[in-house]
């Protein structure tokens, strides 16, 4: 798998670090978001547009946002629970929504535009004035964007996870042969969230702009430092192929949703986690995503494959296995 072409792909993975009192978080679509957005520094696959589109249609979709081996009976829903008893990581069936390509289409337009305004370390908000997008986004219509700095090092990453307050990937003591550190990066907290003065300000002056706009202008924005980070990625390769291991920072009383066609439950040093595969047919580049819990609860982790170079379970394990530190 090469690298895509880069545009507006963080948009899933930011809406869902900034709507926190939801009760649910789409893990799959959120991650192959930030999967992609990371990989248009090289620009050596021009064929990323459709693959990128297909990918991310659940992350439009699925409105309901998004909380030694031992392998368990695959199926389509698999639950776990926490030790109060709690559900907090789930599989779900995917969905779709025709309307779904359009509204990513709109977003990958205004970003990739506004993404050249834009240095790394820099994060701005923005209002698209598009009647359709306004119509689809009426609870959150301020939009985010950052663009993240691309570490060559693990030493690098490490650094700026620590100064952004961002949540940790340890180093993975175990991968593949022939799997080499690529680059990692982290992803800004998309703040304000909505419903809070701050967020109503922002929204009242990107607003105020776009009706002083006299010509076809249908991108406003307003440039914004960036807080804390919400999520942090590593990308390891192999030639075309890739592992990408993502940490994100989650809400406390959400419930972890993933998307599956087939799911199944490991157990790695005594934690358990979801080990899932999308729907046949389906678009994905990766043939297995697998979702865990940090102790606290408070972080979420995802290790996803390569379609053209799957991991085994074992695989999958070690993997987490090395990155808990066990």
């Given amino acids: 798998m090469q690298d895509r072409g880069e545009s507006g792909q963080g948009q899933a993975l930011r809406n869902m670090e900034r709507m926190e009192s939801h009760d649910h978080i789409d893990v799959t679509s959120a991650v192959m978001r930030k999967v992609h957005q990371y990989e248009g520094r090289r620009k050596s696959d021009l064929r990323a547009g459709t693959r990128r589109r297909m990918a991310l249609i659940a992350s439009f979709c699925a409105v309901v946002l998004l909380s030694s081996i031992t392998v368990y009976a695959g199926t389509r829903f698999i639950e776990i629970r926490n030790h109060e008893g709690k559900i907090v990581i789930t599989s779900i069936a995917q969905q779709s929504n025709p309307y779904a390509n359009y509204y990513i289409n709109v977003l990958d337009k205004y970003e990739a535009e506004l993404k050249k305004k834009l240095k790394p370390g820099e994060m701005a908000a923005y209002y698209v004035k598009d009647k359709q997008i306004q119509a689809a986004e009426t609870l959150n219509p301020v939009h985010f964007l950052y663009v993240p700095y691309m570490h060559r090092s693990y ?14 990937i340890q180093e993975p003591t175990y991968m593949p042969k022939g799997y080499l550190f690529d680059t990692g990066s982290i992803q800004a907290k998309p703040e304000p969230f909505a419903g809070t003065p701050e967020y109503e300000q922002l929204l009242a002056e990107l607003k105020a702009m776009a009706e002083k706009s006299t010509d076809e202008q249908a991108l406003f924005y307003k440039m914004i430092p960036p807080t804390k980070g919400a999520s942090s990625m590593i990308r390891y390769r192999k030639g075309d192929h890739q592992i990408n ?7 406390t009383n959400s419930t972890v949703q993933v998307p599956s066609g087939n799911a199944e439950k490991l157990v790695v040093n005594g934690k358990e986690m979801l080990l899932s595969s999308p729907e ?4 994905a580049t990766y043939t297995r995503i697998l979702t865990w819990l940090d102790a606290t609860g408070h972080v979420l982790y ?3 494959d390569d379609a053209k170079d799957p991991l085994s379970k074992e695989e999958f394990a070690k993997i987490a296995a090395g990155i808990m530190g066990e």
Avoid: R
């Fill in 302 to 304: 995802n290790i996803t």
């Fill in 280 to 283: 046949s047919g389906s678009a």
């Fill in 245 to 251: 291991i993502v940490a994100f920072s989650k809400p």
């Fill in 155 to 168: 030493d690098e990453l490490s650094k700026e996870m620590q100064t952004t307050d961002t949540p940790q």
